[in-house]
């Protein structure tokens, strides 16, 4: 029996990947040092996948960048902003595309699908010349058959690749993208020639876009694509694969009957209906079935009885030897090694399965359906589902009726966000157009030092806290030197976002080394939540009421917001998700109070993941949302009307849930506007209205790039000409975390000018 794995993560098990990126950025190391370092690291996957006896190993799944950027270099598609000119694709080209450079902003960046990865956005028009400009998918699979391993190319597939892109600047936003199909196809067929004559047997499209609500024209297309490139097939087997939710029966019906395709590969886990799409619709007995019953998107032990069991299931459906046992997706969304986990307990270590111990499952699965089980790992696994059901550890009663006692109402402030901000203005005295920042100030590598030798006790709490209000102090100083009108107090007491905070609270559990890629080198460690959530003490109220007492001016306390604690963990799948987030949004109730209680007047509560949780199918959405929405409003329900409470969010499309985002009923929102190509304005054009105060982020902080304030100036004259004056606010995209100050300070400098010089503009235009 056949195994497979969608994909593999490429950051390495201690982010060796990350490290010699940075490295190379920095101009600390040479291109072909960060190419060797990548080599090895492709050679050591694939030996790895090999060793455990995996039949389908993936390749062209490592990327320096992003998968999306790489097929964009495959097929030529740079804007002409960057000055190619033809040929082989460069570190140059393709890093200015993604990351920008001294002189032109990076492409777009925005959520791949509803994960916390996040991918570059292809501009393309009419006018493009497609061309055959990066042999990347060709050269790694001659790679690894150098060192005598069979692999399986994968690409994203022409259809998907061109639904995930955008219309160029200035292309109208109403271009057909599909309208580029035929001038595409041929360099996957020129690609898929070159892979055939390279030995390729198997070759892997991934087709995502097959989950969406497709039309007509969507269907022709895909139908249209796969004909064309039938005849390079011949003699080679092509695997499209879907993931993240269930196939529509239209586009299922249309997948199965295309010649040119060998194999399907369809998500299981996500996709709960399409089990018995198979059974009841059939399946063609001439083609495989790649069965991605192992979840690539979150860490606990499959169920390996319950999975097999579904396995034999479908062979009844499937012919003879056509089953092949694969994950969901990518292991890309999942941390990479358990073994690397030296500090978790025992118990629910026994829970988990990381990407390296999915490849096992796979293969243990496979070789069961042939009657070669090992019995001793299927009764460990066994023991430890059993284990994580009954442990006490993971239900807490008590939490379990305060969230129970939530339901029956929908927690809105009993007063309107206007009468609201009128009385904070009146309290805070805030200028027209106020500047602040999102959170986060540059973590710098003494700052990482000091909270590193805190938690291995090599300083003493003392020492910490000192080190901490020191930094707190600089940055507090930093922003009264610039003039920011409301300010933050950097956050240099936390190592994430979500992380922090789950720390505190009971029911989650946490790695040393559980990274997972969110985008180029910038990797998270998400929490795992095992139990009932609850918050044992305030977590963050003796840093925020410390960086008040610094300044007159006012200072915002920085939560996390239980959608986005949830979207970024890797949740428990023994109750639904909208109850976890319930829970969390609870605990997140208590410290907001506990802030105001402290004299905090303007408290953050971010909620950056809240589109990203967004389920595919339209259908599914508008139960999402009112949750997701719901838990918000509980988290400052109970809050004055004088107190300011703000959200932010950032790369994703909020176009389509602008409504639910005013349902929220914050009285600020930030949110990324400027990498985007300000489509966030587009909403606003249309006749949208917006009645609380608003923050279009007005640069991008994810570039090195610094913007200069007239830029900027303009940028806001932009948003001035669809808000009113009264609820804009001038702030960057994010947080600044990433960034360092010699990029941070003049960003900075030329934003608070900006709004000066709009004040400046609007006096005189009275």
């Not at 000055?83 to 777009?108: C, H, Q, V």
């Not at 860490?299 to 062979?315: H, V």
């Not at 990518?330 to 111990?357: C, G, M, P, R, Y």
Request: proline share 5%; net charge neutral; charged share 25%.
């Amino acid at each position: 029996m056949a195994s497979h794995v969608v994909g593999y993560p490429r950051i390495a098990p201690k982010r060796e990947l990350k490290f010699a990126l940075e490295s190379f950025w920095d101009g600390k190391s040479s291109a072909a040092e960060l190419q060797n370092v990548a080599k090895n690291l492709r050679a050591a996957t694939w030996k790895q996948m090999a060793d455990a006896g995996l039949t389908h190993i993936p390749s062209n799944t490592f990327s320096y960048y992003d998968q999306v950027l790489d097929t964009t270099a495959m097929v030529g598609a740079v804007p002409p902003r960057y000055g190619w000119t033809g040929g082989e694709i460069g570190f140059d080209t393709y890093f200015s595309m993604a990351r920008g450079n001294a002189k032109l902003p990076a492409m777009e960046m925005t959520k791949w699908f509803d994960t916390n990865y996040h991918y570059i956005v292809p501009e393309l028009g009419p006018e493009i010349k497609f061309q055959y400009s990066s042999h990347k998918a060709v050269d790694e699979y001659k790679e690894a058959k150098e060192i005598g391993i069979e692999t399986v190319p994968v690409i994203i597939g022409p259809v998907s690749y061109l639904l995930l892109s955008k219309p160029a600047k200035g292309v109208p936003k109403t271009f057909d993208l599909l309208s580029l199909l035929d001038s595409i196809l041929p360099i996957y067929k020129e690609v898929l020639g070159e892979l055939k004559e390279a030995g390729a047997t198997w070759i892997q499209f991934d087709e995502p876009w097959l989950v969406m609500d497709l039309k007509a024209h969507h269907l022709n297309a895909f139908s249209k694509a796969y004909s064309f490139l039938e005849e390079v097939l011949v003699g080679t087997k092509l695997l499209v694969e879907t993931y993240f939710a269930d196939i529509p029966v239209e586009t299922y019906r249309t997948i199965i009957q295309l010649k040119a395709i060998s194999a399907i590969g369809l998500d299981l886990v996500r996709g709960t209906k399409t089990l018995n799409l198979v059974k009841t619709v059939g399946f063609p007995r001439d083609k495989y079935l790649f069965a991605g019953v192992i979840d690539g998107r979150n860490i606990w032990a499959n169920d390996l009885a319950a999975s097999l069991s579904i396995l034999r299931d479908l062979q009844t459906s499937v012919g003879k030897g056509k089953l092949v046992v694969s994950t969901s997706c990518s292991l890309l969304h999942t941390a990479v090694d358990l073994v690397n986990e030296t500090k978790l307990d025992n118990e629910i270590k026994s829970w988990l399965a990381f990407a390296a111990q999915k490849v096992l499952e796979v293969v243990a699965l496979a070789k069961a359906l042939i009657g070669q089980a090992d019995q001793a790992y299927f009764s460990a696994n066994a023991a430890a589902i059993s284990s994580r059901k009954t442990s006490p550890r993971v239900n807490n009663k008590a939490v379990q009726k305060a969230a129970e006692a939530l339901k029956g109402s929908d927690h809105r402030r009993a007063t309107p966000v206007v009468v609201r901000l009128d009385k904070q203005q009146k309290k805070l005295n805030l200028p027209i157009l106020p500047t602040t920042t999102i959170g986060s100030f540059p973590q710098t590598v003494e700052l990482r030092r000091v909270r590193r030798e805190y938690k291995s006790n090599k300083i003493s709490e003392a020492d910490y806290i000192q080190a901490i209000q020191q930094e707190i102090a600089k940055v507090v100083k930093l922003q009264e030197d610039l003039d920011i009108d409301v300010l933050v107090h950097g956050e240099p007491e936390r190592n994430d976002m979500v992380e922090y905070f789950g720390e505190q609270l009971q029911g989650f559990a946490f790695t040393v080394n559980g990274w997972v890629q969110s985008y180029g080198s910038r990797c998270v460690k998400p929490p795992i939540i095992y139990g009932d959530v609850s918050r044992p003490k305030p977590m963050t109220v003796f840093w925020s009421k410390y960086a008040q007492s610094l300044t007159a001016r006012p200072m915002k306390g920085m939560l996390t917001g239980p959608v986005t604690i949830l979207n970024w963990s890797f949740v428990r799948v023994d109750q639904p998700r909208s109850e976890t987030s319930m829970q969390i949004a609870l605990a997140i109730k208590e410290e907001v109070e506990d802030l105001e209680a402290a004299g905090i007047q303007v408290i953050q509560i971010d909620e950056a993941a809240l589109r990203e949780g967004l389920p595919l199918r339209k259908a599914e959405q508008a139960h999402y949302l009112e949750w997701a929405v719901h838990g918000f409003r509980i988290t400052n329900c109970g809050v004055k009307d004088t107190t300011q409470i703000h959200t932010h969010m950032c790369y994703s499309n909020f176009n389509d849930i602008i409504h639910s985002i005013i349902d929220m009923d914050a009285d600020v929102i930030t949110i990324e506007n400027s990498r985007s190509d300000e489509k966030l304005l587009r909403v606003f054009q249309e006749g949208v209205k917006y009645g609380a105060g608003i923050g279009p982020g007005v640069y991008d902080i994810h570039s090195p790039r610094i913007p200069d304030t007239e830029e900027i100036a303009d940028r806001i004259r932009k948003i001035l000409a669809v808000l009113e004056t009264n609820i804009l606010w001038v702030n960057p995209d994010c947080g600044l975390k990433t960034r360092k100050y010699d990029e941070v300070v003049p960003a900075l400098i030329n934003m608070v000018a900006s709004a000066k010089l709009l004040r400046t503009e609007l006096a005189s235009a009275k």
